[in-house]
């Protein structure tokens, strides 16, 4: 690479390095789960983090936002929760006769949506237009959202008691889902020792700014995409699509956010192009919550976690001439 190209690139690595181990200090052990929520927020979309209660989400989404100093917001998701409380509300201001609009909490740049799952489909919706075009509409007028501006929204499993699923649409809009997982026994031993008698999210300072944020995006945008990488997102999505398995495949915005992604985590490794590794090794978190099983693959016991797999293993890698198992 040019010292051009390497100046930026490098920059875009040590702030990319930066975050993530100011957020392992609070989350231990998951450094490839903080890598790809900070994936998503440097390729402008969000994150969708699953998981039983207790393995951190929560705290996870808080440490990523209190890592980067911009406006940040948290919404409790319960099942009385209005639109309105989301988005905002219109107020009659008597003294100048006008209404005056009081903004939501997601007038944010990071905006953690806590247990979504447990608010109705209608407040859920509430997010569409915030996630997709960075805007609000109220009572006929738009209004635009602080840039970056992200959506972590933590959410139990559907099995658990008290809890709607997110409509397709939401989820679509989410640029990945995340499962956390347990730590290893070692992890939750130094949890226990660093936890255990007071959080160190605490003590948790920003180590970057906005425009930090602003300029890694512009990093990774300048990322180099070649047109074989291209059609290898396009054959595994398409792939999907023909499935004897799924009846539901991918759409063409799973193809794009690929990409982005892809291009981020080029810039993360220090490379001014994407390679199929980087498609590879991201196309289970942005699939997976977008693809539908049919019901007589599910009674056999597949998951689409292993139809995904399969499809990795048979669709033909640029510059090879057969095919590889992952």
Do not use: C
Not at 93 to 107: I, L, M, Q, W, Y
Not at 181 to 199: A, C, F, M, N, Q
Not at 291 to 316: C, F, H, K, Y
């Amino acid at each position: 690479m040019s010292q051009s190209v390497t100046a930026p690139i490098d920059t875009f690595v040590g702030h990319f390095e930066r975050i993530t181990s100011n957020v392992e200090t609070v989350i231990q052990g998951k450094r490839d789960v903080v890598e790809l929520i900070l994936l998503a927020l440097v390729a402008e979309g969000h994150v969708l983090v699953e998981d039983v209660p207790g393995v951190g989400k929560t705290q996870l989404a808080k440490s990523m936002a209190r890592s980067i100093e911009g406006a940040f917001s948290r919404i409790q998701f319960t099942p009385d929760l209005l639109p309105s409380d989301v988005t905002g509300i219109s107020v009659w201001d008597r003294e100048n006769s006008v209404f005056d609009f009081k903004p939501g909490p997601v007038f944010a740049n990071i905006v953690v949506g806590d247990e979504i799952n447990r608010a109705s489909p209608k407040t859920q919706s509430a997010l569409l237009e915030a996630m997709e075009e960075q805007q609000v509409t109220s009572d006929g007028v738009t209004r635009g959202l602080p840039l970056p501006f992200m959506v972590i929204a933590t959410q139990n499993p559907l099995e658990h008691e008290g809890t709607y699923p997110l409509p397709e649409a939401q989820l679509d809009r989410f640029m990945m889902r995340v499962v956390i997982g347990y730590p290893s026994r070692d992890k939750e031993l130094e949890i226990l020792d660093t936890h255990g008698v007071r959080s160190t999210f605490l003590d948790l300072e920003a180590v970057a700014t906005v425009s930090d944020i602003e300029a890694m995006v512009a990093i990774a945008r300048s990322i180099a995409v070649s047109t074989s990488v291209k059609s290898y997102i396009l054959d595994l999505v398409e792939a999907t699509r023909s499935h004897p398995d799924l009846v539901l495949g991918a759409s063409p915005r799973s193809s794009l956010f690929l990409q982005r992604l892809a291009r981020a985590r080029a810039a993360a490794a220090g490379r001014d192009f994407v390679m199929p590794d980087d498609i590879k090794a991201l196309a289970t978190p942005v699939l997976e919550h977008r693809l539908t099983m049919r019901p007589e693959a599910q009674m056999r016991g597949d998951s689409v976690g292993a139809v995904i797999n399969s499809i990795l293993r048979d669709v033909s890698v640029p510059g090879t001439t057969t095919r590889i198992a992952t």
